[in-house]
């Protein structure tokens, strides 16, 4: 058994499974005690996916510039698969920041919801990374694979960028 979840013709990889399974989980989570305190809380939770999609996907084309510079179109082409994990997920933070900065009625709720959505993927990614023997998907970024050659030691993180 590979990496993928094989239902007949359709292909789902497991990575994508265990994302939106953490979606799903959060937003059940978020809206329960939004409920329970008499609020709504759809907005924020497509306002925070929405947050979260668009910064991974601006952080990976900033990393990639050059490869998008000739074509501005590319870069809302994501059949590339380009996505800086990291990038959404501080973008999530980000946001839920805000709420409680603004003293939102609804940050509760919605820091409940992250907190549960992360639990979920990075402990989801890990396992997978474990099982399958690969690296972790989320920490395989430039930055990510710096610091995890830097872990073998002996090599300085300058190094492991290119600067020394």
């Known amino acids: 058994m590979g990496q993928t ?7 789902l990889p497991w990575p994508l499974i265990v ?14 005690i939004a409920r329970k305190q008499g609020l709504k809380i759809e907005r924020h939770i497509w306002l925070i996916a929405l947050a979260g999609l668009v910064a991974a996907r601006l952080a990976f084309v900033a990393q990639y510039a050059s ?15 380009g996505w ?16 409680w900065v603004a003293q939102s009625k609804v940050a509760k709720a ?6 549960l959505f992360a639990a979920i ?5 890990i396992g997978l990374s474990l099982r399958y023997r690969t690296p ?17 030691g002996g090599v300085s993180y300058g190094e492991a960028i290119g600067a020394a």
């Open 5 to 11: 979840l094989q239902l007949g013709p359709l292909t």
């Open 121 to 125: 993927w990075l402990g989801g990614s």
């Open 110 to 115: 919605a820091t409940a919801g992250t907190a």
């Open 136 to 152: 972790i998907t989320i920490a395989w970024s430039t930055p990510g694979a710096a610091l995890l050659i830097t872990s073998l």
């Open 19 to 32: 994302l939106f399974i953490g979606w799903f989980a959060a937003t059940h989570l978020a809206e329960r």
């Open 67 to 81: 490869a998008y510079g000739s074509n501005a179109w590319s870069i809302i082409d994501i059949r590339d698969g």
């Open 84 to 99: 800086e994990p990291i990038a959404g997920l501080v973008a999530i933070g980000v946001y839920v920041l805000a709420l």
